[in-house]
């Protein structure tokens, strides 16, 4: 069954800690994204790609990196976290052309 | 450039009652169109996809969204609302730049009451 895996579902982060959030994802698909969501803007894309080592700068990419080491991974780093990172993010993947996004079920992240 | 537009951030009807939520999009090129649903706590769930031919596209659980080139909308629709819709809605948007993008609605939350 394919499926998108988020990993961690939650996580409380320090302001100027190193944060990783993961995604894996077993569809075969060539696209990954990541979106943050917050009240009010609906999901907005930070980072996506569309083949392995390589990665393109969505909408919001500033204070974020992305790392895409294989087809199946895909991680979203912060370096330096900020209050305002505090959100939901979500992983999703593709397979482009004319196939929908399929979600993972989100990290739910606050930085204190 | 590129946009989505849910007017409506929060709908509420009556269980049984029918369903419209708006979508409104902005787009210069041949539009791919999507709805998902996001209950509490999880991912998105596609509910009906748009790419091409007839206007009035079916999807799950009921839901039907209708496609209008005229009006750049894509208005989502139920005849028959049950408590379990409760839920926010999602219009979305593929833009293709030479890959492809997602562009995303603001969400509509809609609430279904007794």
């Known amino acids: 069954e394919a499926a998108v895996t988020q990993s961690p579902r939650s996580k409380v982060a320090v302001t100027g800690g190193k944060v990783t959030l993961s995604c894996h994802q077993t569809?075969?698909?060539?696209?990954m994204y990541w979106y943050r969501q917050d009240t009010g803007h609906g999901l907005r894309l930070i980072h996506y790609?569309?083949?392995?080592?390589?990665?393109e700068k969505g909408d919001i990419p500033d204070g974020y990196k992305a790392s895409r080491p294989s087809q199946e991974n895909f991680s979203l780093i912060l370096e330096l976290a900020s209050l305002s990172q505090t959100a939901v993010y979500f992983c999703?993947?593709?397979?482009?052309?004319?196939?929908?996004?399929?979600f993972g079920e989100g990290t739910r992240l606050s930085v204190l | 450039a590129q946009s989505v537009t849910q007017p409506d951030a929060r709908v509420t009807v009556s269980e049984g009652a029918s369903l419209q939520l708006r979508c409104k999009y902005s787009?210069?090129?041949?539009?791919?169109l999507f709805w998902y649903v996001q209950y509490p706590r999880q991912g998105l769930q596609l509910l009906l996809k748009?790419?091409?031919?007839?206007?009035v596209v079916q999807g799950v659980n009921s839901f039907e969204a209708e496609f209008s080139k005229s009006n750049s909308s894509f208005h989502l629709q139920k005849a028959s609302v049950h408590w379990s819709d409760s839920a926010v809605y999602f219009c979305?948007?593929?833009?293709?730049?030479?890959?492809?993008?997602?562009?995303f609605g603001a969400g509509t939350r809609l609430k279904v009451i007794a």
């Open positions: 999703a993947s593709s397979e482009g052309g004319n196939q929908a996004p399929l």
């Open positions: 569809n075969n698909h060539d696209y």
């Open positions: 790609s569309y083949v392995a080592d390589s990665t």
């Open positions: 787009y210069s090129a041949t539009p791919y």
């Open positions: 748009y790419y091409s031919g007839d206007p």
């Open positions: 979305a948007l593929r833009v293709n730049t030479g890959n492809y993008k997602y562009v």
